[in-house]
């Protein structure tokens, strides 16, 4: 399955999220903004694309043990 651009961006209140079996699109900004998003576990996804989590200010645990490529400002 694939996480299309933008699909949760801007929501405020998300606070984790776990994405087993998900893959990010190759367009970005899915988590944009999500300010109180702390803690994001990525099964499968191998890369995240640009702007991904940008604005996440108070992110501070990643779980992603096969990514191999991050994007600009994600």
């Keep these: 399955m694939e996480l299309p651009a933008s699909a949760f ?3 405020e209140k998300l606070s984790s999220i776990n ?4 893959m990010f699109s190759t367009e970005g900004r899915e988590f944009y903004g999500c300010k109180a998003l702390t ?7 191998t890369s995240v694309p640009q702007y991904a989590f940008y604005g996440c200010i108070t992110l501070s645990s990643v ?3 096969v990514l191999d490529s991050i994007g600009a400002y994600a």
């Design 9 to 11: 961006e801007e929501c």
């Design 19 to 22: 994405l087993e079996r998900v």
């Design 39 to 45: 803690k994001v576990d990525l099964d499968v996804a």
């Design 63 to 65: 779980d992603a043990p």
